[in-house]
């Protein structure tokens, strides 16, 4: 009868992930900002052929990002500019951390319904914007480390490769030690094993800070200048947070009297600060891989369903958001602006026209001419012309 329930709970969350697939297909969703310059990136590039250039020299931004452009590299290298293949993927990276984070929650807890309830909130991070595949990817290797600790715990190479490869897909994954050793105040772990993912961690951070200390990577780039000014840190928190999360965060630990409890809430802040520090680059999508390190503390909390526990359950749901937990549904096709745009300029160029000043231009389309990929995806329209023909 569990074997079921545990089915039904995964089957719900698969559902739940796919109803923001079907979202973002009924809203035209499409490569947009910096997906170009990646698609420009790669046109002249071998998707391998950039291990050795990023190990030593970083990403386009000189960040050590190598796993989610080698996926982002691999998916465009196969599929050319079909927008498809991207959502499908972003669909796939969700649910395997929404089913992932169901079982480290239910491990750590005993409790099903409390790890299918977190599992459902944190489904309402999830992300649409193709580049935002570092942040699903960074997400499913630091939970899928966390998921062999627990599981595996004989195995500790399962967790060890796991997170070489989070680390190596965006640098705040370094945290992942704590919340392990964290996780250990109130859950018997080896804590001699953390301490060796704790050098790793340790020695990955030498390693990219080289490059923000002696080559001032930061310094070149405003965007990415940070604040270490306590309140602009603390204005970052509450722009990623709620106060009424933190307040409950919190409050919990101190109405049950579970103080062991709050590293793990630490850990969260201490993951969301790298984010906070960027007073000119603040976007919600930094939030989506310390959610899930939130939903494991909240999980703490929560007991056993019944009429009782359900006010605690009831007043979480709605603090976290209430009707905007649940996925955002399209009955019919929406247009997108951006790409409408792009569509009137692959028009142009079909038509053997370079002059756009009759056509108004929105950011992506100009962003398609100034990365000088407009080709490709003429390529693209012709192809999928090709292929409706037959």
């Not at 995964?10 to 900002?33: D, G, K, Q, Y």
């Not at 195995?155 to 997170?163: D, E, Q």
């Not at 009831?314 to 209430?322: N, Y």
Request: net charge positive; aromatic share 22%; proline share 3%.
């Amino acid at each position: 009868m569990k074997k079921w329930g545990i089915k039904f709970y995964i089957t719900v969350l698969v559902f739940f992930s796919f109803l923001h697939l079907v979202f973002a297909l009924r809203t035209n969703t499409f490569f947009s900002v910096d997906d170009f310059f990646v698609i420009q990136y790669f046109r002249d590039r071998s998707v391998w052929g950039i291990i050795p250039e990023f190990i030593l020299k970083g990403d386009i931004n000189e960040f050590r990002r190598l796993v989610g452009f080698l996926v982002f590299g691999g998916l465009l290298k196969t599929f050319g500019v079909n927008n498809l293949p991207f959502d499908i993927f972003l669909f796939l990276t969700n649910t395997a951390n929404l089913v992932l984070l169901f079982f480290v929650v239910k491990k750590l807890t005993k409790n099903n319904f409390a790890a299918f309830f977190v599992s459902i909130i944190f489904n309402k991070n999830y992300l649409f914007y193709y580049s935002n595949l570092h942040e699903h990817l960074l997400a499913t290797f630091c939970i899928l480390t966390i998921f062999f600790f627990l599981y595996y715990p004989k195995k500790f190479y399962l967790s060890v490769i796991s997170f070489i490869l989070a680390v190596f897909t965006k640098e705040t994954a370094v945290t992942v030690p704590l919340v392990l050793y964290s996780i250990s105040f109130f859950y018997k772990l080896d804590r001699k094993k953390i301490m060796y993912l704790l050098i790793i961690s340790i020695a990955f951070g030498l390693y990219a800070s080289y490059y923000f200390v002696v080559k001032k990577i930061v310094g070149q780039n405003e965007i990415y200048m940070p604040s270490f000014y306590v309140l602009d840190i603390f204005k970052g928190y509450l722009y990623y947070l709620d106060y009424k999360i933190i307040l409950l965060g919190v409050g919990l630990a101190l109405y049950y009297k579970k103080y062991k409890y709050l590293p793990l809430l630490a850990v969260v802040f201490i993951t969301l600060t790298p984010a906070s520090l960027l007073v000119h680059r603040r976007e919600m999508y930094y939030l989506y891989m310390p959610f899930l390190y939130l939903m494991i503390y909240f999980s703490l909390f929560l007991p056993k369903l019944n009429i009782k526990s359900s006010i605690l359950y009831i007043l979480v749901f709605f603090i976290f958001g209430g009707r905007a937990i649940l996925p955002q549904i399209a009955w019919q096709e929406f247009p997108n602006w951006q790409k409408e745009s792009i569509n009137k300029v692959l028009d142009k160029v079909e038509s053997g026209s370079d002059d756009f000043s009759d056509i108004k231009l929105e950011r992506d389309a100009r962003l398609m001419i100034d990365s000088n990929t407009t080709d490709l995806f003429v390529k693209e329209r012709s192809r999928i012309k090709e292929k409706n023909m037959r």
